[in-house]
T-cell receptor, first 114, second 114 residues
């Protein structure tokens, strides 16, 4: 069974640009969550989607947004990039959310903002 | 305000001995706790979890202990193996409150010395 797939794995952007990251969950999983990992802050929750609806949102500015498609694939977008947005962005999927068990993480998309 | 704290950034243990990783939390609403292991360039992988109705959960070499009154949990690895060298993240969720997000600690880097 294929795991969680994130694309692209690495990307470099400049300040002010925008970026879109993609996540394909494990087949049959309907919940997709996004996390930001930085050396100083660890893993921080961005948002969670289930059946194309955002159920939870973390404490990030409105520049961070996401969506989920009918096939459960998800994208997150960051607009007007800042240097501090440089991080590893991790996507995780589960059958129906945390209540159903643990999350399965992808390998992440490493974003560098210059 | 950090709700999940892992106060030891790193830990070194001899192969065959016990590794004890600690985690403290402040949010009384947390009722589900998990440990994840992360190797470089990979996403976190689920290790073990515990619900707040239990005080111990065991899975092979891994045991998690929960002390609700002290708001403290620990992960014991016995015996430690070189392949256990990784960053370990403690995570918590308020599942009973319908939360779909995990709050992570900043991680502890475990080095198992052969």
């Amino acid at each position: 069974k294929a795991g969680v797939t994130q694309t692209p794995r690495y990307l470099i952007k400049t300040r002010g640009q925008q970026v879109t990251l993609s996540c394909s969950p494990i087949s049959g999983h309907r919940s997709v969550s996004w996390y930001q990992q930085t050396p100083g802050q660890g893993l921080q929750f961005l948002f969670e989607y289930f059946s194309e609806t955002q159920r939870n949102k973390g404490n990030f500015p409105g520049r961070f947004s996401g969506r989920q498609f009918s096939n459960s694939r998800s994208e997150m977008n960051v607009s007007t990039l800042e240097l501090g947005d440089s991080a590893l962005y991790l996507c995780a999927s589960s059958l129906s959310g945390l209540a159903a068990g643990e999350l399965f993480f992808g390998e992440g998309s490493r974003l560098t903002v210059l | 305000d950090q709700q999940v704290k892992q106060n030891s950034p790193s830990l070194s243990v001899q192969e065959g001995r016990i590794s004890i990783l600690n985690c403290d939390y402040t949010n009384s609403m947390f009722d589900y706790f998990l440990w994840y292991k992360k190797y470089p360039a990979e996403g976190p992988t689920f290790l073990i979890s515990i619900s707040s109705i239990k005080d111990k959960n065991e899975d092979g070499r891994f045991t998690v202990f929960l002390n609700k009154s002290a708001k403290h949990l620990s992960l014991h690895i016995v015996p430690s193996q070189p392949g256990d060298s990784a960053v370990y993240f403690c995570a918590a969720s308020a599942r009973g409150a319908g939360s779909y997000q995990l709050t992570f600690g900043k991680g502890t880097k475990l080095s198992v010395i052969p």
